[in-house]
């Protein structure tokens, strides 16, 4: 019997790697993959283990390098309440992107692993319905529930995902949190301390 194909957007990080085990031996999977120029090649390579390691036959790495983060933009003041890191429109182009290749290849869904902590207004709820919604009328591709888009994670907790990925054999020393693109994760930002902290939560029992 052959296997439904899923688009799954793999950064690299602790979250997309869980789905990513979640789902192999399921689907068959293409992978695809952001690369913003030079500024996120730890992140890419993770990506690239991740997938090799999981068996994906497909892996697509679009290079995105034009996209910036609000603070390096303009005169690099930052709008009052919008974090320095948020991209404008990342995701939405993100899935424009992973609709394309879903009419190309006759994917069934895209899956992404946004969870509940995710808080930049691309990756919530309502946005994936309405970006759902845009597809069904906007392209060829139809899904059960017209979920084209699925976000089976959008209600765990970073603590919650992490007890997933270890329970899946997830290979944890091969993702990437971090938020810069040193030799090594820096330890002290958001992504380190919030992917640290829930795995030691797990290990500890405390979940």
């Given at each position: 019997m052959l296997k439904a194909i899923s688009i799954l957007l793999l950064s690299g990080g602790l979250d997309s790697a869980?789905?990513?085990?979640?789902?192999?031996g399921m689907d068959e999977i293409v992978a695809i993959?952001?690369?913003y120029g030079d500024?996120?090649?730890r992140e890419v390579a993770a990506a690239e283990s991740?997938?090799?390691?999981?068996?994906?036959?497909?892996?697509?790495?679009v290079d995105l390098g034009f996209l910036?983060?609000?603070?390096?933009?303009?005169?690099?003041?930052?709008?009052?309440?919008?974090?320095p890191t948020y991209i404008p429109s990342r995701n939405l182009i993100l899935f424009g992107i992973a609709a394309h290749y879903a009419e190309l290849i006759g994917a069934r869904r895209i899956m992404t692993g946004h969870i509940f902590s995710d808080k930049f207004p691309?990756?919530?709820?309502?946005?994936?319905d309405i970006v759902n919604e845009a597809l069904l009328a906007g392209t060829f591709l139809r899904a059960e529930g017209g979920q084209i888009?699925?976000?089976?994670y959008l209600s765990l907790t970073k603590k919650e995902v992490a007890r997933k990925a270890i329970d899946l054999g997830v290979p944890i020393g091969l993702t990437w949190s971090c938020y810069l693109n040193g030799e090594s994760p820096c330890g002290i930002c958001g992504g380190c301390r919030e992917s640290e902290e829930s795995l030691e939560s797990v290990m500890r029992g405390t979940v």
């Amino acid at each position: 019997m052959l296997k439904a194909i899923s688009i799954l957007l793999l950064s690299g990080g602790l979250d997309s790697a869980t789905l990513l085990w979640e789902m192999k031996g399921m689907d068959e999977i293409v992978a695809i993959t952001a690369k913003y120029g030079d500024s996120n090649t730890r992140e890419v390579a993770a990506a690239e283990s991740l997938a090799k390691l999981a068996g994906v036959k497909r892996h697509i790495t679009v290079d995105l390098g034009f996209l910036r983060e609000v603070s390096e933009a303009g005169n690099g003041s930052v709008p009052a309440g919008v974090p320095p890191t948020y991209i404008p429109s990342r995701n939405l182009i993100l899935f424009g992107i992973a609709a394309h290749y879903a009419e190309l290849i006759g994917a069934r869904r895209i899956m992404t692993g946004h969870i509940f902590s995710d808080k930049f207004p691309d990756s919530g709820e309502a946005f994936i319905d309405i970006v759902n919604e845009a597809l069904l009328a906007g392209t060829f591709l139809r899904a059960e529930g017209g979920q084209i888009i699925s976000a089976p994670y959008l209600s765990l907790t970073k603590k919650e995902v992490a007890r997933k990925a270890i329970d899946l054999g997830v290979p944890i020393g091969l993702t990437w949190s971090c938020y810069l693109n040193g030799e090594s994760p820096c330890g002290i930002c958001g992504g380190c301390r919030e992917s640290e902290e829930s795995l030691e939560s797990v290990m500890r029992g405390t979940v």
